[in-house]
């Protein structure tokens, strides 16, 4: 099981790794190019002249939350950690900084604006925004206190809420991939549509506990095997749709940002 679990958490981070520098190149230097109005090719209504606020506010998002998914895997890993702390602790000002905007930038996004998908996806993104500052506190405060087991358990949480926003676009891409898209609106308010507004999140967090160090949960030879079996089958399928989606999404675009 422990190396099924390496496995996983290694084609996560790569997969997040990636994403996090199509977001960077895509919203933020298309931003600074002045080439915004792109940014609804991919999420409708994101962009509009007659909302400043909202605008800054995704803007900061998008840029902070590229930053937490290409560093989150560096501060989870133990060597780094042990062999070079003061490279730790700085990444970590760095990655909580960065948490701590991409959650106010989500939140100025929606009280200005609110989302495309209504009153429902509104709270739920504005969940994931509080959740993320919450961690990001959490991570900070137990840190300065030297209660290092506290501090790891939200680094662990936060890393979690912060490869959310990879879930979101993964979960949607298998799910049209293998439904066409059932329960979707084109305005994000479909069934399917408002169990994402939650889903893309709440599960990790409790993924996380599992990490963190609740692993009764699976102390048993059955359900040790059947967690393994589950680890394996979701690493295969990462692994093949972050190959469709580098493929065709995200490499082109960052190629085509960075040229």
């Known amino acids: 099981m422990q190396w099924s679990a390496r496995l996983l958490v290694a084609t996560v981070w790569a997969s997040a790794l990636i994403f996090g520098l199509y977001i960077f190149v895509f919203y933020f230097l298309s931003s600074i190019r002045g080439d915004i109005v792109q940014w609804n090719e991919v999420l409708p209504d994101l962009y509009s002249d007659d909302a400043p606020a909202a605008t800054v506010g995704i803007g900061i998002h998008f840029a902070a939350g590229s930053i937490i998914l290409m560093l989150g895997c560096i501060q989870l890993i133990g060597r780094i950690r042990s062999a070079y702390p003061a490279i730790h602790r700085w990444l970590g000002r760095i990655y909580v900084v960065s948490a701590l905007l991409t959650g106010v930038g989500g939140l100025v996004f929606i009280f200005a604006k609110g989302t495309v998908g209504g009153v429902m996806m509104d709270i739920g993104f504005t969940g994931y925004g509080v959740l993320t500052i919450i961690a990001a506190v959490a991570a900070v405060y137990f840190a300065r206190r030297r209660d290092f087991v506290r501090h790891r358990a939200w680094a662990i949480r936060l890393f979690a809420l912060a490869v959310g926003s990879w879930l979101y676009r993964m979960e949607y891409g298998f799910w049209f991939l293998f439904t066409d898209g059932l329960g979707h609106t084109s305005t994000f308010d479909g069934p399917f549509d408002q169990v994402m507004d939650f889903f893309f999140y709440v599960p990790n967090l409790l993924v996380a506990e599992v990490f963190i160090g609740r692993r009764k ?24 749709a972050t190959y469709f989606f580098t493929l065709k999404f995200w490499g082109p675009e960052i190629l085509a940002g960075l040229s």
Do not use: P
């Open 217 to 240: 949960i699976v102390s048993s030879k059955v359900a040790k095997s059947l967690a393994t079996g589950g680890m394996l089958a979701a690493s295969v399928l990462l692994l093949v």
